[in-house]
Nanobody
Framework: QVHLEESGGGSVQAGGSLRLSCTIS????????SAWFRQAPGKEREFVAV????????NYASSVEGRFTISRGAAENTVNLQMDTLKPEDTAIYYC???????????????????WGRGTQVTVSS
């Protein structure tokens, strides 16, 4: 079993920064690929960023590329999302997701991930 817990959400003004962390516990060998998704009110859950444990897969949604950075923490079981130059349209609940494999073709699809955290709210005001 794998448990994911997000932290670091909050409220910030446009142009500001936040750093989200995802702590993975349990059988971390099953969390080879980690990703961040987000869901705004009334919208579908969308892909934000992905990182595989071996670093071979690292990618971003076009809407966040150049502003967000996904990285693995000093501890192997932590995945961070540094969010800079935040915009009001970044407001959403952010979810950490993980799976035991990675797909170069489908990493951006939510149903490609077996394990999910409960989410953390990010609010960006104009």
């Amino acid at each position: 079993q794998v448990h994911l817990e997000e932290s670091g959400g909050g409220s910030v003004q446009a142009g500001g920064s936040l750093r989200l962390s995802c702590t993975i516990s349990g059988d971390i060998s099953k969390a080879f690929t980690s990703a961040w998704f987000r869901q705004a009110p009334g919208k579908e859950r969308e892909f934000v960023a992905v990182l595989s444990r071996n670093g071979a897969l690292k990618n971003y949604a076009s809407s966040v590329e150049g502003r967000f950075t996904i990285s693995r923490g000093a501890a192997e079981n932590t995945v961070n999302l540094q969010m800079d130059t935040l915009k009001p349209e970044d407001t959403a609940i952010y979810y950490c997701a993980a799976d035991s494999v990675y797909s170069l073709a489908n990493y951006y699809l939510a149903n490609n991930y077996e394990y999910w955290g409960r989410g953390t709210q990010v609010t960006v005001s104009s």
